[in-house]
């Protein structure tokens, strides 16, 4: 089953994707974590290690990949159950260098590469941070950000079988049905 989680910052969405991927690799091994985050700062190095504090012991094999996504494809048996966490983070890799540099074939080339993960893994889940949604106007740069990242996330709800919204720790379903109840 393809699994879209989308939903706010800081709202459950990693741990709850972790679960139903843990689900999903009951009967299949082995299990990934796809991580796509390139630390920048200290923040990020915390965001990091509170993310495999939080998955420590639950059996996942990470495979960092913070570009071109579909490099998970000869790295791994796809016949496991995966986690990819998140394409916020794959998106923005993509788009920006470390220097300041802004690639605009980012979004076409990640949809790609997201394209041929989904067309190829039977059992994952997809995270996305849900930061297109408010009225304010952004600079030029993070309005093609948003726009590419709501791209990718229609993109990835359209090809999943279940898309699911974290709102404030409630899970709400938008397409599709799980087949069991994670709390």
């Known amino acids: 089953m393809r699994v879209f989680i989308s939903g706010g910052c800081k709202n459950g969405k990693s741990t709850y994707a972790q679960h139903v991927a843990k689900w999903q690799g009951r009967q299949s091994n082995p299990l990934y974590y796809i991580a796509t985050m390139t630390a920048t700062d200290g923040e990020d190095l915390g965001r990091i290690a509170n993310h495999q504090q939080e998955r420590e012991g639950w059996g996942f094999i990470t495979i960092e990949q913070p570009k071109s996504i579909e490099g998970i494809l000869p790295?791994?048996?796809?016949?496991?159950?995966?986690?990819?966490?998140?394409?916020?983070?794959?998106?923005?890799?993509?788009?920006?260098?470390?220097?300041?540099?802004?690639?605009?074939?980012?979004?076409?080339?990640?949809?790609?590469?997201?394209?041929?993960?989904?067309?190829?893994?039977?059992?994952?889940?997809?995270?996305?941070?849900?930061?297109?949604?408010?009225?304010?106007?952004?600079?030029?740069?993070?309005?093609?950000?948003?726009?590419?990242?709501?791209?990718?996330?229609?993109?990835?709800?359209?090809?999943?079988?279940?898309?699911?919204?974290?709102?404030?720790?409630?899970?709400i379903v938008h397409k599709g049905r799980m087949p069991y109840e994670i709390h």
């Open 75 to 171: 790295k791994c048996n796809r016949n496991g159950s995966f986690l990819l966490d998140s394409i916020t983070a794959l998106l923005a890799n993509e788009m920006f260098s470390a220097h300041g540099d802004y690639d605009e074939n980012a979004c076409e080339r990640t949809a790609t590469g997201l394209s041929q993960v989904l067309d190829r893994l039977e059992n994952i889940v997809i995270v996305s941070d849900y930061i297109y949604s408010d009225a304010m106007q952004f600079d030029p740069l993070t309005e093609a950000y948003r726009k590419s990242l709501s791209t990718l996330d229609r993109l990835v709800a359209e090809k999943c079988d279940v898309v699911i919204e974290v709102a404030y720790t409630q899970i």
